[in-house]
């Protein structure tokens, strides 16, 4: 079955450093990536959508200068927390389809990535 | 809000009792999803089902929808302790995925 690993799985930063997360699509052609995030004990909040090749849609509320999304390629997608402050302390999971934009009948998620901001 | 509503928000059964989760959302769907998610780990995809569906199965679970009045139950059948685990509808529309709150499942052995 479809795989998308993300990188690192846990990460401890300093506050005001940035990070760099990565999802990828192990085994298939990802034409639409999405990047969640959840604090403890909530549920999954769509933080952006990007689509290969273009500009990451983001969720009203999220802050696109702070949370940098790039979709440079099928299987690549990357979120950078620049800035990082504790609050920003979070799991974050990406997910990935291969439509592109349109009805999907599964997403596949990584396995997500804990980050701990100092 | 992004998220739908789930009931409840927390079930503590014993080992071998059913358990039942429901979800509510809020637009038209193309289809409607169940995933599991223990604590601190990834999600794992349990079942879809279609907007024109009524009723699904997949082993011990069942699936009901019902569009007309945007709600889903989620039937766990003979649950056993593996089975504890926040389990989180999402509905696909508008090319994007939105979870709802959750049920947090306790079974004890």
């Known amino acids: 079955g479809a795989v998308v690993s993300q990188h690192p799985s846990r990460v401890i930063c300093k506050s005001g450093t940035s990070v760099k997360i990565e999802c990828r699509s192990l085994?298939?052609?990802?034409?639409?990536m999405f990047w969640y995030r959840q604090f403890p004990k909530q549920s999954l909040m769509l933080m952006a959508t990007?689509?290969?090749?273009?500009?990451?849609?983001?969720e009203q509320g999220v802050e696109k200068d702070k949370f940098l999304i790039n979709h440079a390629s099928l299987t690549l997608s990357t979120l950078t927390v620049t800035s990082a402050h504790p609050e920003d302390s979070s799991f974050y999971i990406c997910?990935?389809?291969?439509?592109?934009?349109?009805?999907?009948?599964?997403?596949?998620f990584g396995p997500g990535t804990r980050l701990t901001v100092l | 809000s992004q998220q739908g509503e789930e009931d409840p928000q927390a079930l503590s059964i014993q080992e071998g009792e059913n358990a039942t989760m429901n979800c509510s959302y809020k637009?038209?769907?193309?289809?409607l999803q169940w995933y599991r998610q223990n604590s601190g780990r990834g999600l794992v995809h349990l079942i879809l089902?279609?907007?024109?569906?009524r009723e699904k199965h997949s082993g011990r679970l069942r699936v009901t929808l019902d569009t007309s009045k945007k709600s889903s139950s989620l039937l766990i059948t003979a649950s056993r302790a593996a089975d504890t685990a926040s389990y989180f509808c999402?509905?696909?529309?508008?090319?994007?995925?939105?979870f709802g709150a959750g049920t947090r499942l306790f079974v004890k052995a």
């Open positions: 997910s990935a389809t291969t439509r592109a934009g349109g009805s999907t009948d599964t997403q596949y």
């Open positions: 085994d298939f052609q990802a034409t639409t």
């Open positions: 990007s689509n290969e090749g273009s500009k990451a849609t983001y």
């Open positions: 637009t038209s769907i193309n289809n």
């Open positions: 089902i279609r907007s024109n569906e």
């Open positions: 999402a509905t696909f529309a508008g090319f994007k995925t939105i």
